[in-house]
C-alpha cells in the first residue's frame, strides 16, 4: 500500500488549531512530502511541504500560521504533520498529502475536509 493516507480534519472556529498526519509506504525512498487543499470552485493549490532533507515551503497564505514538521520514519513508514494555527474560514477545504517517491512518482491520498466556522 503505497498511497497516502490523512488524518486529522474536522470542524473548527476561527482562531483555532488543527494537526494534520500524512502516513506513507516506508518500502520505498521519498523525495518529498507536501499537503494540498482545494476550496469548493477553486482549484487544488499548494499549503506546505518538506523535502527528505528538511527544506521546507509554503503559500503565502499560511506563513505563520501554518507549520510543517520534519519526516519522520519508523518501522510503519514516513509520517509528516501539519500544524494549522490561527485557522480562518477561507482555510476550508479538502487538504491532500502528496508523497514523491523517487522511484514511484506522486501519490495522493483520499484528503481530509477541513472546516473553518466564522
Known amino acids: 500500500q503505497v498511497q497516502p493516507v490523512e488524518s486529522g480534519g474536522g470542524l473548527v472556529q476561527a482562531g483555532g488549531s488543527l494537526r494534520l498526519s500524512c502516513a506513507a509506504s516506508?518500502?520505498?525512498?521519498?523525495?518529498?512530502m507536501g499537503w494540498y487543499r482545494q476550496a469548493p470552485g477553486k482549484q487544488r493549490e499548494l499549503v506546505a511541504g518538506?523535502?527528505?532533507?528538511?527544506?521546507?515551503?509554503?503559500?503565502d497564505s499560511v506563513k505563520g500560521r501554518f507549520t510543517v514538521s520534519t519526516i519522520s520514519r519508523d518501522n510503519a513508514g514516513y509520517t509528516v504533520y501539519l500544524q494549522m494555527n490561527s485557522l480562518k474560514p477561507e482555510d476550508t477545504a479538502v487538504y491532500s498529502c502528496n508523497v514523491q517517491y523517487y522511484y514511484l512518482g506522486d501519490k495522493w491520498g483520499q484528503g481530509t475536509q477541513v472546516t473553518v466556522s466564522s
Open positions: 518538506i523535502t527528505s532533507d528538511s527544506h521546507t515551503n509554503y503559500a
Open positions: 516506508g518500502r520505498f525512498s521519498i523525495r518529498y
